[in-house]
């Protein structure tokens, strides 16, 4: 599993583009990252899967990537950064397949709990991430809440 975080780690940073433009090539302090999503997570039922790992806050930023798919089959991947956005609070960057990256200011953030949100992307407009008990739990939306998908993870690593 380890080799499995540092290949979704480079996969990360390559498919995640060049930085938003700073004064210095260090990110901005981003406030209180979320450190308790740190690990590698994994949801599985039948021979359909979804995986998810972040690296633990360093350097004011953590790198993130996601894959899902059934058996062998790889159907969509993810890479994702949270990092301080233009206010200094955590965002969340994602690049969908490698895509054009989009930002997801942090809207509130709890001791477990972060929800970031982009009323003007198409969909998701609204990421949210939690903890209950020992499981990770995320979930994308419109802003109202509608077309609500949600996984629960548990910790691989």
Not at 62 to 89: F, Q, V
């Amino acid at each position: 599993m380890r080799l499995t975080l540092q290949i979704l780690t480079a996969l990360a940073i390559i498919a995640s583009g060049p930085a938003p433009a700073q004064s210095n090539a260090q990110p901005k302090p981003a406030g209180d990252l979320p450190g308790w999503m740190a690990g590698c997570w994994e949801q599985a039922g039948g021979d359909r899967w979804s995986e998810e790992c972040w690296m633990a806050p360093r350097g004011g930023i953590m790198l993130g990537a996601g894959r899902s798919g059934a058996g062998e089959t790889l159907r969509e991947w993810e890479a994702t950064e949270i990092i301080a956005g233009p206010d200094g609070k955590p965002a969340y960057w994602a690049s969908p397949q490698g895509g054009a990256r989009v930002m997801f200011p942090m809207v509130s953030q709890g001791p477990r709990e972060i929800v970031f949100a982009n009323p003007a992307h198409d969909y998701p407009q609204r990421i949210r991430y939690w903890m209950e008990g020992d499981a990770l739990n995320a979930e994308i939306s419109m802003i109202d809440g509608g077309r609500s998908m949600r996984w629960s993870y548990r910790r691989t690593q």
